[in-house]
């Protein structure tokens, strides 16, 4: 006759077969819980990240420690997430799982790149990147797991970009859209020029753009400056000179025309942004980074995908450093739709820009090179 402790090993037996059974499955299940979690962050979906939680969260950061009722941590990235975009948020190395032999307990340690923009209480937007380590555990609960505590730290020296970030689909078909409307698949090149009206004095403005990056811009006598073949360019004071990146910016700000045909021929990393106000009306939102990876914006109708304007950053440290441009007056040119006129607004400053002349595909080499 068995006695009673062999008779209890042979009943635990089964049971602990089935949750080593289970390991499997439940380490798929906490695997997607945290592409759930990554997935709630570009939704910036705050009840979606907070479903993953325990009653309450504890949490060590900065050398203390909190708790906070789920409800509480939901309402914290509402906050966290309102206006935000993302276009990182990637894993550095595999998150590193260990499960405990009854599989109802499990640690998590991940290492993550987030590449981020956020609005600023001035109504601008901010791009930042940074790099997390963070520990979590997690406990088998109702079917699923959910996150019990969590210490976090950040690395002091991020990268300027996150590696292996995928491109914005919903951005690229936006911009694919606009490119349509506009007919910018016509365009090779562009020569614009403008009557402008400062807020001190009137001038000219000359803007010659090619879509294989080439431009040449004259802003009155005094600025002469582009990018030939043989790379950018600054005529200074009867001197050919290398500009700095922040001139280089300058120059490919009044691209206005090919801007809007083509801004991943000047800018890059393309991610929509949703709905944001523009100029008393709301426009769908398409953030891009210019040569300093900073983002510019282009604003685009929410029925037709036309752009409404742009939102660039002037990074001379000359005056506001936010510039609005608004586009008007608009017609068709050779197929193309191109607009006559645009409205620069820095701080109390204006700058209208009318176009006296927009020519098409004529442009040759040397109609890039300082003369």
Known sequence: MLRPAALLLLLLLPACGRERADSPARRSALVEGLAEGRRAHFATDA???AAGLDDTLQSLDAGTRSAQPRDSVRAMFSRYFAGAAYRAWENLEPPRITLSDDGSLAS??????????EPDPQGDRHRRVFVTAYSSSYRWREGRWRMQTVASTFRPDPPARCPGASPDPVARRLLEATARALGAGRVESIEA???????RRPFAASVRSARDGRARLALGPEFVGGFGRRGPWLAEHGRVVTPDSVTR???????LHLLVLAPES???DPLFLGVLPWHGDSALAVS????LDTPAILYLGRGDTLPAGLRLRNHTGKGPARVDVVFGEWETVD?????????????????????????????GDADFEPR
């Open 249 to 255: 910016t300058l120059i490919r700000g009044h691209e």
């Open 108 to 117: 998590v340690l991940q290492v993550v790149c987030v590449d981020r923009e």
């Open 47 to 49: 009840a979606l990240l």
């Open 288 to 291: 891009l980074l210019d040569e």
């Open 266 to 268: 000047r800018w890059h």
């Open 335 to 363: 197929g193309v739709r191109l607009f006559r006129r645009a409205v620069f607004l820095q701080g109390s400053n204006r700058y209208d820009y009318r176009y006296t002349t927009l020519r098409l595909n004529h442009l």
């Open 193 to 199: 020029v403008a009557a402008v009206q400062g807020p």
